[in-house]
């Protein structure tokens, strides 16, 4: 009977520690899934809207800083870090993505003479280059399919204006209200013409 007993007593001993084992894991496992949930993040497509995804920020050579898009296909330019440049030259690609979207408030203030745009890229985001007061130059690719509000806002010195693709398609470019604000009426140099620039 004694060893009927010691038996029993042996088999719930080792139930008990098995489930202290299994709890003690999962406890483990918590901060692993706390910190996956904490990588989501409102991600600007570049058109001055946000949408959550599991996207974190990104950077290379502490210069520029990228967000990868919602979709997990291409990357949208952040902000940099490095000011000192008058004329930045932002990568087409970066970890084998295109970077197709210069995300809001993006170069707001700086002092930067020109800037070198992505080959690929479609939109610029709300007040993206707002109060650029030295900005002299810019020029598009032909793959520019959005300029948000007040992207050139106060730029006062910017007197060239040059676009890669046609006159029909630079006419194709939703331009959201007062993107030019502040800006004289000045000329869009296309591949295969001129055409004004008209601010709204």
């Given at each position: 009977m004694k060893k009927i007993i010691s038996i029993i007593l042996f088999s719930i001993s080792?139930?008990?520690?098995?489930?202290?084992?299994?709890?003690?894991?999962?406890?483990?496992?918590?901060?692993?899934?706390?910190a996956?949930?904490?990588?989501?993040?409102?991600?600007?497509?570049?058109?001055?809207?946000?949408?959550?995804s599991q996207n974190t920020t990104t950077n290379t050579d502490d210069y520029y800083w990228f967000k990868l898009s919602s979709d997990g296909k291409s990357y949208y330019y952040w902000k940099r870090t490095n000011t000192e440049d008058p004329n930045p030259v932002i990568p087409s690609?970066?970890?084998g993505l295109p970077v197709t979207g210069i995300l809001e408030r993006a170069f707001n203030g700086s002092s930067i003479?020109?800037?070198?745009?992505?080959?690929k890229l479609e939109k610029i985001g709300r007040y993206a280059f707002t109060n650029c007061q030295s900005l002299t130059a810019i020029t598009f690719p032909k793959t520019l399919t959005f300029i948000g509000d007040s992207a050139f806002m106060q730029c006062y010195k910017l007197a060239t204006v040059r676009f890669n693709g046609t006159i029909e398609e630079w006419k194709k470019v939703t331009r959201e209200s007062s993107c030019w604000v502040d800006i004289k009426t000045i000329d869009v140099i296309c591949s295969d013409g001129t055409t004004t620039l008209v601010a709204k």
């Open positions: 080792i139930l008990m520690l098995s489930a202290c084992s299994n709890t003690g894991t999962q406890k483990q496992q918590n901060p692993t899934n706390n996956s949930n904490n990588n989501n993040s409102s991600t600007d497509t570049g058109n001055g809207s946000s949408q959550s690609t970066y970890e003479t020109s800037v070198k745009l992505p080959d």
